[in-house]
C-alpha cells in the first residue's frame, strides 16, 4: 500500500500524538520524560505552523504512519535562517522508506522557503536509524554532545547534523530578510 505524504491537517493531531507519545514513553529520540497530551501537541503544532514553517504528514490505509516538521532552531533573529528538523514514524511503519520520505520532502520545502541550513539534533547517540537517515539525505555530523540528557537511568547524547539549503553559506541572503 502506497504513502501519501501531505501537509498536516489540524484531524491528524491524535495520530500524530500517538506517534510522539509511544516514542517518549519507549525511545531515547526525545529527551520528554512525559508524553505530552493532545492539547499540548496541538499547542505546538500551531505554533510551528504560525511560524511559517512546514509540518508534513505521511498516511497509509487513512492512518498517520509518520510526521515531520521544520521549526526555529533559536530565536534569536540571526539565527533566522536555520531551522531544526523533527521526523517520527510509528513503531510498527520503521524501516520502509517513511521516514526518508518525509524528510526528503521537508528539506525541499524548507530550501523552497529561503532557509539555508538545516539542523538535526538526534537524541541519544545509539540511534543509528535516525543517524543513518539524516546521512542518506545529505546530512553531515556536525558534532556530538556527550551525556547532555538523562532518561531511563542513563546519560545520553545529542548528535547534531546539519545540511546546507540553496546556496548556503555561500552567498549572503536576501536583502531585507
Known amino acids: ?6 501537509d498536516s ?52 490505509a487513512d492512518q498517520i504512519v509518520g510526521y515531520a516538521y521544520a521549526s526555529t532552531y533559536r530565536a534569536r533573529p540571526g539565527y533566522r535562517f536555520t531551522v531544526e528538523n523533527s521526523v517520527y514514524v510509528a513503531q510498527d511503519q520503521q524501516g520502509r522508506g517513511i521516514g526518508k520520505t518525509l524528510l526528503t520532502e521537508l528539506v525541499q520545502r524548507c530550501e523552497t522557503d529561503g532557509h539555508r541550513l538545516i539542523v538535526a539534533v538526534i537524541g541519544d547517540s545509539d540511534n543509528k536509524a ?30 547534531l547534523m546539519v545540511r546546507a539549503l540553496g546556496l548556503g553559506q555561500t552567498a549572503p541572503p536576501p536583502a531585507g530578510r
Open 130 to 159: 535516525s543517524i543513518a537517515l539524516h546521512g542518506s539525505c545529505g546530512f553531515t555530523h556536525a558534532g556530538i554532545l556527550h551525556g547532555v540528557g538523562w532518561k531511563f537511568d542513563r546519560w545520553l547524547d545529542s548528535v
Open 9 to 60: 491537517r489540524d484531524t491528524d493531531i491524535s495520530g500524530i500524538s500517538a506517534i510522539y507519545q509511544h516514542a517518549v514513553r519507549t525511545g531515547t529520540a526525545s529527551f520528554e520524560l512525559d508524553p505530552p497530551t493532545v492539547e499540548e501537541m496541538t499547542r505546538r503544532r500551531q505554533s510551528i505552523l504560525g511560524g511559517g514553517f512546514p509540518y508534513l504528514v505521511a498516511e497509509r
Open 1 to 6: 500500500m502506497s504513502i501519501i505524504l501531505r
